[in-house]
């Protein structure tokens, strides 16, 4: 009867583990579709938009309406780009990111809440600067297609939020000007168009 039972149990892990396994579909980001974009604050009368050029990243879901999708995406911090070279060495400086040193930022997360038909609340740790906290952004799913030139499957979605980023120990040029507002703003809005390849 042991026996039986413990056959019977192994059977049902087994049936478990391959539905799973026949359910659970994996995306990659195509970065040549993607952009990673921010904006922040310059001195309280501007702002300043710009991306990151170098990324990869993991997508897995087993619901057509991604509604449970788990995100894996890793950036390359040198890879900032604000059309100024510069102002893009000084982000690299020590002031700001220290890319040498923090090469990477990495984010994983997944959906936590379904907002509405199409909107997802995203959470999850971003290690930025040495740095791990948790964040919370704004998932916006756009849908499905195939793409018949190269015969493959793509999802679409927006992301938004921000963040301070002085909870990552980056505090460079954060003074008070006569206006009340920071040299270079504190907070870090995102804006991020991410387009997904089913593998």
Excluded: C
Aim: aromatic share 10%; glycine share 8%; net charge positive.
């Amino acid at each position: 009867m042991k026996k039986q039972t413990f056959l019977l149990l192994a059977a049902t892990i087994l049936t478990t583990v391959a539905t799973y396994a026949q359910t659970q579909t994996k995306w990659a980001i195509d970065t040549m579709h993607t952009n990673i974009g921010f904006n922040v604050g310059h001195m309280g009368i501007s702002s300043i938009e710009g991306e990151f050029t170098s990324f990869s990243g993991m997508a897995e879901t087993k619901k057509d309406d991604f509604s449970d999708v788990s995100i894996q995406l890793t950036i390359q911090t040198a890879s900032i780009n604000t059309d100024v070279k510069m102002r893009d060495d000084h982000l690299r400086s020590p002031d700001f990111f220290d890319a040498t040193k923090f090469p990477e930022m990495v984010f994983s997360g997944k959906v936590t809440a379904k907002v509405s038909a199409k909107i997802y609340t995203l959470k999850g740790n971003l290690t930025m600067h040495g740095v791990t906290k948790s964040v919370e952004l704004k998932l916006t799913y756009n849908g499905q297609v195939y793409d018949e030139h190269n015969k493959i499957q793509k999802a679409g979605f927006k992301v938004e939020g921000s963040f301070k980023r002085s909870d990552f120990g980056m505090s460079g040029f954060l003074m008070k000007l006569p206006n009340g507002a920071e040299m270079v703003s504190d907070k870090i809005v995102l804006s991020i168009g991410v387009e997904l390849v089913k593998l």
